[in-house]
């Protein structure tokens, strides 16, 4: 059973608009929601996360939502770039559960000039 | 500034055989974990380890065994490897064992078994 899913396998952006990842959960328990981005050949690098008493959280481009009701989060890039061309990994985990992230399969998002 | 050290970055097994990738990291920290990745299916939870010592099992732990007998390492070992353990393999570690606080990832090793 898939607690953690992202249902968009790929998603194509205009650079300089706004490229929306989206992540749905099953698991209540769940504490905190992390978005890793991933370059080919490389290890997932973490971009920004969320507690789950939180409903919003930015860091530059990147924002995250996060709609409990719903069980449903999104990660919000504005501007799209080029750079951003990678796949994007939702995480979750419990309070005391940085080392046991559970992951969603991930979107590959393009950023076309 | 090495981060976390993934070796091998590739290898080709027979199915049978046996093999250790390792993982070595070297920011002090107490929290490491190996994940699989395979297509459509985002990274599962191999193992983990809350210190030298101590390790727990994750999500996938059949066919793979790991002891951390420093802070620094913690090698995952296929007993008898099988086809269906190919797949690219990330170790990751954190300071801290809350939520919300990010692992690092090393750069994986790509297995392969025929």
């Known amino acids: 059973d898939q607690q953690v899913k992202q249902n968009s396998p790929s998603l194509s952006v205009q650079e300089g608009r706004i490229s929306i990842l989206n992540c749905d959960y099953t698991n209540s328990m769940f504490d905190y929601f992390l978005w890793y981005k991933k370059y080919p050949a490389e290890g997932p690098t973490f971009l920004i996360s969320?507690?789950?008493?939180?409903d919003k959280n930015e860091d530059g481009r990147f924002t995250v939502f996060l709609n409990k009701s719903a069980k449903h989060l999104s990660l919000h890039i504005v501007p799209s770039q080029p750079g951003d061309s990678a796949v994007y990994f939702c995480a979750a985990s419990g309070i005391q559960g940085a080392q046991k992230l559970v992951f969603g399969q991930g979107t590959r998002l393009t950023i076309n000039p | 500034n090495a981060g976390v050290t993934q070796t091998p970055k590739f290898q080709v097994l027979k199915t049978g055989q046996s093999m250790t990738l390792q993982c070595a990291q070297d920011?002090?920290?107490?929290?490491m974990s190996w994940y699989r990745q395979d297509p459509g299916m985002g990274l599962r939870l191999i193992h983990y380890?809350?210190?030298?010592?101590?390790?727990d099992q994750g999500e996938v732990p059949n066919g793979y065994n790991v002891s951390r007998s420093t802070t620094e390492d913690f090698p995952l070992r296929l007993l008898s490897a099988a086809p269906s353990q190919t797949s690219v393999y990330f170790c990751a570690s954190s300071s801290s064992v809350l939520g919300g606080q990010p692992q690092h990832f090393g750069d994986g090793t790509r297995l392969s078994i025929l």
């Open positions: 380890s809350v210190g030298a010592g101590i390790t």
């Open positions: 920011m002090n920290h107490e929290y």
């Open positions: 969320i507690s789950s008493i939180k």
